[in-house]
């Protein structure tokens, strides 16, 4: 198993994080789409994990994907680790937090083409957003 920065049992996070985050942070879950704070949030500021409260994603690389949950075409570099995702019979690139290994969402190939090409696809409950 990987070591991160922030090592915490799961009886640790179980008791820090709420049962919707605990689903999605640890267990990989995910929300219901069109359903997260974050979805349509445009503000200026930073998105950070919920978990370890690391730096994630600036608001200037935040875009309206129309998938339902918040979508970024640009990380924070070297933030995110990036796992080959083989479940639900489909092959994905899962996206998780680099500092604690918590589970954010999914990258893919489908973003805007005038930036990077890519959209990180995340559940607004793995994400805390600072002015």
């Not at 995110?80 to 479940?87: A, L, P």
């Not at 999914?106 to 805007?112: A, E, I, K, R």
Request: aromatic share 12%.
């Amino acid at each position: 198993m990987k070591k991160y920065g922030i090592q915490k049992s799961e009886k640790e996070w179980k008791e820090e994080l709420s049962p919707d985050e605990y689903y999605v942070l640890r267990q990989k879950g995910t929300e219901r789409p069109f359903t997260g704070e974050y979805n349509l949030h445009f503000e200026q500021g930073d998105y950070h994990c919920k978990a370890c409260k690391s730096k994630l994603f600036v608001s200037d690389t935040k875009f309206e994907s129309g998938c339902g949950w918040p979508s970024f075409d640009q990380a924070i570099e070297g933030a995110i680790e990036y796992v080959r995702d083989t479940s639900h019979g489909m092959i994905r690139t899962e996206t998780l937090c680099a500092n604690c290994g918590s589970h954010l969402g999914h990258v893919f190939q489908d973003g805007p083409q005038d930036t990077t090409g890519q959209r990180f696809c995340v559940n607004s409950v793995s994400l805390k957003f600072n002015q």
